[in-house]
């Protein structure tokens, strides 16, 4: 709590609570003294330089939403399980079923390539907003506006491209109050290096996601391969481990309750300044049919993994994905409520009524901006729901997926190489696809979909439940007959049905496809929704964009005590913080770490989730910990009051002397609103002890060679 006396004795400083996600460039300007005040030892340069090795030197995104790091001048990386997941599932067989015993490359000619995975360096931002902003006019249309930014970024994302040497990219901060360029440099031959067997990696799985205390060890090793000039390069025999400018050494002294934390990464979406009508939509209308149409997916698809070893493998994947923010919606959802946020936004709005009122100039700025954001959520409402529908029952389906990749076919420039891409596309489709569950998955997700989205929101199609009523057949009936009738004719359930198809495909009876009846399905439903949902979905998030624009701009003129950050947008950003413990409910502390201890006491040879390997078993029973033992225990996670969110997934988590304490990989459920509303007594994020996954690697894996090449700081 900051006093009126300490306000007089730190004039200079604006106000900082916990919650934040800095821009690296501006740690000088803003953030730096803060960070040392708080215990960091180290200067704004050792974070972020363009003339140095800095700490962004060794910190990627990983594939399309992860953070990673180097830890090694080999190249080596480390992520979470979870991010290296897919990967390791793609090499995965019931014959080599790494995601079970998981996979240890014991030389660099074992370690794996993963075609479809890239990682990404930040080479360097900068602040271009008034060359973005160059030409506008605050009276301009929107659409006018958005045309001139859309052409400035491009000119200065081309000219600074290098001929594409780099990935350049102009993105929005403050909801397009300022621009930042970011110039990037991409890595694509990754290998897989390592990852533990599921029930480590994975251990608590969906049951444990999201929660506190924790004992996952949610780690996955890959390597940065390039050519012989050091430079990023296509996957080649010939390629040799990546020498990096920068990597982590690593801390084997762990962490005390009150050190400082520092998290760099790429957190991906926040929307802390919204009104409270956004809160109001998201929480009565948004989250409610998510969860819903997802606890379906989960119930349909649990049932089938639990009873089939093969489902389990194919469908893990995704069922990790649709639950994780399943739960996470669930968690924002109680956090809300919690924090009373709606009534604090609503306290927060009278204010800046106050505030505006008071003078001429902001009334005419500002002072239609709160009833405006009333009226758009209120014609918002319907559609969003509509939308949430239509993308999480319909387009979120792998068959509907199938059918809208297949698409191209019809308007293809090149039909046998389409039809030779189709067919390997489908090899993977087939390989993770169940025809039951699909089918119980798709049933249920139109009945969903008629129930939930409202009746203006039917699109011609779902009229069959009208018309088999004629027959008298029930409304549940009819949801049977009608997707059995596709599944039975489709040739995208059947890999040999697709096959033939393509076998005979011309150009001159590509109508064929046409009438492919999950193919009329999902054609016929999207073109209802970009006729009759997205129009007005569109107008009214083109309107909430400008008053976001316009609102977050006057927040910051009226907040003048408080430095605000930035709402995350997948850049590279630095949160800080200390390690601490926390109380979810009265009464009750949860601690900051959880131990080996905990994994035994959680085993269960019964539960999936919590079968504990017999060969960990033997080293606890052994206390054979190494030199990565505290006090003759083995920590596993600990948690802090750093500010995570989605995408920060992997990110190094470092003390105060720039080492690799940890890899973050979670939040606490209780903390989960943090996305829309942070409270610093409930947000922890969640981070594997670096130390953990050492031992695992030297003592469960016997990988030493990959022990040899870290730097450890004793
Ligand atoms: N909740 C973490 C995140 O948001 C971990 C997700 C992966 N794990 C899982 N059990 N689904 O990404
Ligand atoms: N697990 C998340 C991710 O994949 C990070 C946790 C969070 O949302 O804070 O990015």
Known sequence: MLTLASLFLFPQFKTKADDGMWIPLLLKKYTIDDMRKKGFKLTAEDIYSINNASMKDAVMIFGGGCTAELISDRGLIITNHHCGYSSIQAHSSIEHDYLTDGFWAMTDGEELPNPSLSVTFLVRMEDVTAQVLKG?????????????????????????????????????????????????????????????????????????????????????????????????????????????????????????????????????????????????????????????????????????????????IQYSSKYAGISNSWKKWIGENRGLARLHSIEKKEAFETDFAKWVSGDKNLLSKYGTLLVEYQDVYKNLSPYALASDYFFEAIWRSEIIQFANRSGGLTNSKDLPKDIEALRKYSEGFFKDYNFETDKKLFRKMIEMYYRGAGKDFQPELMKFVNTLSILEIAENEAFDVFTNHLYQNSIF??????????????????????????????????????????????????????????????????????????????????????????????????????????????????????????????????????QYAENGEMHVCFIASNHTTGGNSGSPVINANGELIGVNFDRNWEGTMSDIMYDPSQCRNISLDIRYALFLIEKFAADKRLIDEMLLIK
């Open 136 to 312: 506008i006019d605050e009276k301009m249309k929107e659409s006018v506006r958005a045309e001139i930014i859309k052409k400035n970024s491009a000119e200065i994302e081309k000219a600074t491209a290098e001929n594409g040497k780099y990935l350049t990219e102009v993105t929005p901060f403050f909801y397009g109050n300022q621009y930042y360029l970011f110039v990037q440099q991409e890595f694509k031959d990754v290998r897989l290096v390592g990852a533990p067997p599921s029930a480590i990696g994975k251990f608590g799985g969906d049951t444990d996601n999201w929660m506190w205390p924790r004992h996952t060890g949610d780690f996955s090793m890959f390597r940065i391969y390039v050519d012989k000039n050091n430079k990023p390069a296509a996957y080649s025999p010939e390629n040799v481990p990546y020498k990096p400018k920068k990597f982590f050494p690593i801390s084997l002294k762990g962490v005390k309750k009150d050190d400082f934390t520092m998290v760099l990464g790429y957190p991906g979406h926040t929307q802390e300044y919204i009104p409270s009508y956004a809160i109001k939509m998201i929480t009565e209308t948004e989250n409610p049919a998510r969860i819903a149409v997802r606890q379906s997916k989960i119930d349909i698809i649990a049932a089938d993994m639990e009873k089939d070893r093969g489902v389990r």
């Open 493 to 626: 359930t059947d890999k040999q049905r697709l096959n033939s198809f393509l076998d005979g495909l011309t150009n001159d009876n590509l109508a064929q496809l046409l009438a492919d009846p999950i193919y009329k399905f999902y054609r016929d439903f999207t073109a209802f929704y970009v006729s009759k949902i997205r129009p007005e979905n569109d107008i009214a998030e083109t309107k909430i964009d400008s008053l976001n624009r316009i609102y977050m701009k006057a927040q910051i003129e009226m907040d003048t005590a408080r430095n605000l950050f930035p709402d995350a947008n997948f850049t590279l950003r630095v949160a800080y913080g200390k390690i601490s413990d926390y109380e979810p409910v009265d009464g009750v502390i949860y601690k900051h770490y959880t131990t080996l201890e905990g994994i035994l006491a959680k085993d269960n040879p019964e539960i999936y989730d919590y079968n504990v390997p017999q060969r960990l078993k033997e080293l606890y029973k052994a206390k054979d910990y190494g």
